[in-house]
């Protein structure tokens, strides 16, 4: 059986992979788009895209205990989820432990908190790391929180090379838009390079770097400035990877990046094409890699957190519908749908369920993963694609010629330019000329219903802090300092930190007590607002 004849319309039509394809031929062309899988990448990666894999349905997750996102965990997978996602607490973002002072009223309120490797391993309870794709949302303790991830997957046999999954690990734009940096830039930057050269070596198979634009979106920018920093600062780490020593093609393939899809359904899949072909160009043009792998724009898509609204919440299902169309139409390899509830509160067990369930419908009902780039061709979206692509290009140029991304931001360009983007979206919606659905349009009474989203246990906080307490009690203490000091020694000089955080993680040394290690030898660092 052919492929066309596998793929059909309700009615029975046969669909070809690629519509255009006979019109292409016929007419001796390829309309300058040219075709998904090959360069420059502006229909897709892959030749047949969804056709023979769907994309990852990676659910967010993570809050209160180790023990409460396990079962979360458990649920997703048992409903169909293929790939984890973790959202770590406030404290955990910080590199502070839940009995830190500065943690007090925070512990498991935005996602998990661990602490140890006691709490990975209670994390990951009765899931095998060897068949799951984990993705883990940390940043200025990457390298701890992926060093206790890969030492509770070898406690449970797996070997280190298959393991598969990303952590974020983007520092720059935490210094532009989301805040949950620790150490100056050039430290950051260490730490960031140490984690690909270990798992160049040890890893091969897992992503060390998730590229954020998502969170420089939420914080206001536009679709263009999401693009253009997203692209800025992916090209300051490929850079700071060269000079410590990588190869291009050693680490270049394993890059993805996380962009978010908002409410304009045909600029975000324009956005979508324009990154992929923007990328293939700036890293030929600057690195010419010899593998083709190290061009091409792997990415992760979550709908939109900012768009939610409290005032009629369930029309927020109807937005993250809209909003995982246009980032399946633009060829996202791994996708998150929000939940409804999450302008009220951490998404209950029945809303994240409606979230995949959208995803599940609209991989299996909707007839869009039969097409491989089912928009291509379409003269709006073409043109759409080719103003974002030379918009974005134009401000990528403006930032390198201010020194690139990492000067850009200790001048305070990029923050800037989002506080004006979030101003002139803020004044529009409050002027009625931006229109929402239930804030400023078609309004009623009883606005935000009775849902009032998930109860947390207001316990854990102290039980976080009794399982610290009976760590360091029951611990090692001889191997847990000379770990810690180890580590001092290894920050000080030049040696790769990451042999040295697996020793401490496996010592039983705390999240906290290794940042603080590192703190005294690095420093920290104040980001320039702006303003």
């Excluded at 369920?353 to 007839?367: C, K, M, N, P």
């Excluded at 610290?468 to 290894?490: E, F, K, T």
């Excluded at 000080?492 to 603080?516: S, W």
């Amino acid at each position: 059986m052919s492929d066309d004849e596998r793929f059909e319309t309700l009615g029975g039509i046969p669909i070809p992979e690629l519509p255009d394809e006979g019109h292409l031929a016929s007419s001796g062309g390829d309309s300058g788009i040219g075709k998904p899988g090959s360069q420059p990448y502006t229909r897709g990666i892959h030749s047949s895209m969804y056709r023979s894999r769907t994309w990852t349905m990676r659910q967010y997750a993570g809050f209160s205990s180790a023990k409460e996102t396990n079962n979360r965990f458990r649920s997703l997978l048992e409903k169909g989820q293929s790939g984890l996602s973790v959202a770590f607490d406030l404290p955990t973002q910080l590199g502070m432990d839940s009995d830190d002072s500065l943690a007090y009223g925070e512990v498991g309120k935005v996602g998990v908190a661990i602490d140890s490797i006691h709490d990975m391993r209670q994390l990951f309870s009765n899931i095998d790391l060897g068949k799951v794709s984990t993705s883990m949302t940390i940043n200025a303790p990457a390298a701890v929180l992926f060093a206790l991830y890969a030492s509770v997957a070898e406690e449970q046999g797996v070997d280190l090379g298959s393991l598969r999954g990303t952590v974020q690990n983007d520092i720059l734009k935490e210094y532009i838009a989301r805040g949950t940096y620790v150490f100056p830039p050039e430290q950051s930057m260490r730490l960031i390079t140490d984690l690909m050269g270990w798992c160049r070596d040890n890893a091969p198979s897992w992503n060390t770097i998730s590229i954020s634009g998502y969170h420089i979106r939420e914080a206001g920018a536009t679709a263009v400035e999401e693009l253009a920093f997203t692209l800025s600062n992916a090209l300051a780490y490929v850079q700071a990877a060269v000079d410590s020593g990588l190869g291009v093609d050693e680490f270049a393939p394993r890059l993805s990046f996380f962009f978010g899809c908002h409410n304009d359904l045909f600029e975000e899949v324009a956005k979508f094409r324009a990154a992929r072909r923007l990328w293939f160009e700036l890293m030929t043009e600057r690195f010419h890699p010899k593998d083709p792998k190290s061009t091409q724009l792997r990415f992760h898509t979550q709908t939109a957190g900012v768009t939610l609204t409290a005032q009629q919440p369930l029309n927020n299902v109807v937005r993250v519908s809209y909003q995982a169309l246009s980032a399946v139409l633009g060829g996202t390899q791994s996708l998150h749908t929000n939940s409804y509830d999450e302008a009220l509160g951490l998404p209950t067990d029945e809303s994240a369920t409606i979230a995949l369930r959208t995803q599940q419908v609209l991989a299996a009902e909707t007839g869009v993963a039969d097409v491989v780039d089912p928009l291509g061709g379409s003269w709006y979206v073409e043109s759409l694609t080719n103003e974002v692509a030379s918009r974005a290009r134009a401000l990528i140029d403006e930032i390198e010629n201010r020194g690139g991304a990492l000067s850009a931001i200790e001048s305070g360009f990029q923050q800037r330019t989002i506080h004006e983007s979030a101003w002139r979206q803020q004044k529009d919606q409050e002027s009625g000329s931006r229109q929402v659905v239930g804030v400023n349009h078609a309004t009623q009474d009883d606005e935000t219903g009775s849902n009032s989203g998930l109860k947390l246990d207001q316990t854990v906080h102290k039980e976080q802090c009794d399982a610290l307490a009976s760590i360091r009690a029951g611990r090692d203490s001889d191997a847990a300092n000379d770990a810690l000091n180890a580590l001092r020694v290894a920050a000080a000089g030049g040696d790769n930190l990451m042999p040295h955080i697996f020793v401490a993680v496996k010592a039983e040394c705390t999240v906290g007590e290794i940042m603080g290690a590192l703190k005294e030898v690095f420093g920290t660092w104040m980001a320039p607002s702006g303003f």
